[in-house]
């Protein structure tokens, strides 16, 4: 048999010392599901729709709920978007998060019409009345805050005393947690997100060995889809792999959906979840399909078993496909108008180009099926 130029590696597996080396940090309630400690980590995103309009919210957090999205964050810029949150929550069925800046009586709404946690940080809200209002409001649901601290949005009291840095972002958000724990309150996430990553790595690093509150790792800003997924999955990654971080958000100049795509992926890649991995070859010029366009399809028609430990592989020819993916447990290669399908490097049968999508996910439903 020809081999492959870029044979394909299989790395299906879930980390067995993941938990050893994950930081124990406070396990915490959010809705149906817990952050931290032994929880395991989860995707989140944020809609891009006007809160407001309840109707395109609703359609965007289904279509984010479909594809993996564990945690929603909704912005409340005002009273409009926060009575939405009436309409839109009976209508999920993820946890959802109220991103208020600055106004209580938002954040009170928010609670008041069945948010499961905020997003504020305490320092930015004003009179001390005002955030003891939302602490008690808070504290009398069992909702979490998470405090989100962006290197770019420092106040200018934190710029003056420690500059733009390390300390600055990670002092800022201590202030924040010690306004909470001052009036009981311990209800608490953490994010200190920076577009740099340098920066952004020593802040977690630096707010991990001081608190054990559960973290919410990103990196703010990363921008648009390749630069954006490449910034996300270092700096999320090189966290995650040193046990730093319970839940993250992939923030893209993009879709939501692909925020969580790329959030899915990434916890996939290390180990840290087991889900259906599809893996593809890179293309050359044996390649007979449109492989792109097949591995979009392939990834789309098979949505529904992405929370099952399966490995599809999907090939570009008939000739190296199969044996190259043996590892596998199902496969696709593409050839001229036609193509094989097979199951852990065995041909189980040959059909044409327009059928192999559809052949292949009812060969797997129906081996789900029967076990
Ligand atoms: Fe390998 Fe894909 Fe080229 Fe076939 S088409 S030889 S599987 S890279």
Not at 93 to 102: L, N
Not at 221 to 235: D, I, L, P
Not at 273 to 283: L, N, Q
Request: negative net charge; glycine residues 8%; contains cysteine.
């Amino acid at each position: 048999m020809l081999t492959c130029q870029h044979s394909v590696k299989l790395f299906s597996y879930v980390k067995e010392d993941a938990l050893d080396i994950r930081k124990q940090t406070k396990k915490i309630k959010l809705g149906n599901l817990y952050i931290g400690g032994d929880a395991p980590i989860t995707i989140q995103s944020m809609t891009n729709t006007n809160t407001a309009d309840a109707a395109s919210t609703i359609e965007q957090i289904k279509q984010l709920e479909q594809i993996g999205c564990e945690i929603i964050r909704l912005a409340v810029p005002d009273l409009a978007a926060a009575e939405a949150l009436r309409t839109i929550l009976p209508q999920v069925s993820i946890p959802t998060i109220a991103d208020i800046h600055f106004d209580y009586k938002l954040a009170l709404a928010s609670i008041a019409n069945g948010i499961d946690g905020l997003r504020l940080n305490p320092g930015n809200i004003g009179e001390t009345w005002k955030i003891k209002e939302v602490i008690k409001a808070a504290q009398d649901k069992n909702i979490p805050i998470r405090i989100g601290v962006n290197g770019g949005s420092l106040s200018q009291q934190i710029i003056k005393k420690y500059g733009f840095g390390e300390d600055a972002i990670v002092e800022s958000a201590m202030e924040h947690v010690r306004i909470l724990e001052d009036n009981n309150f311990d209800n608490i996430k953490i994010s200190v997100k920076s577009s740099n990553l340098d920066l952004m790595i020593k802040c977690y690093q630096n707010l991990s060995n001081r608190v054990d509150y559960p973290l919410h790792l990103g990196v703010t800003e990363a921008g648009t889809f390749t630069r954006g997924t490449v910034k996300s999955a270092m700096g999320i990654g090189m966290l995650l792999y040193h046990g730093i971080g319970d839940t993250i958000r992939v923030s893209l100049t993009t879709s939501p959906l692909e925020e969580v795509r790329v959030g899915r992926e990434i916890l996939l890649a290390l180990g840290l979840k087991s889900g259906m991995e599809i893996i593809s070859c890179p293309t050359c010029g044996r390649t007979k399909i449109d492989l792109i366009s097949l591995a979009e399809a392939v990834e789309k028609r098979l949505v529904t078993f992405r929370e099952h430990s399966i490995t599809v592989a999907v090939m570009g020819c008939i000739v190296n496909g199969p044996g190259e993916a043996r590892e596998a447990d199902y496969g696709i290669a593409g050839g001229t108008n036609e193509g094989l399908i097979f199951k852990k490097g065995e041909i189980i049968k040959k059909v044409p180009e327009t059928q192999l999508v559809e052949e292949l996910y009812q060969m797997i439903a129906s081996d789900f099926l029967n076990e």
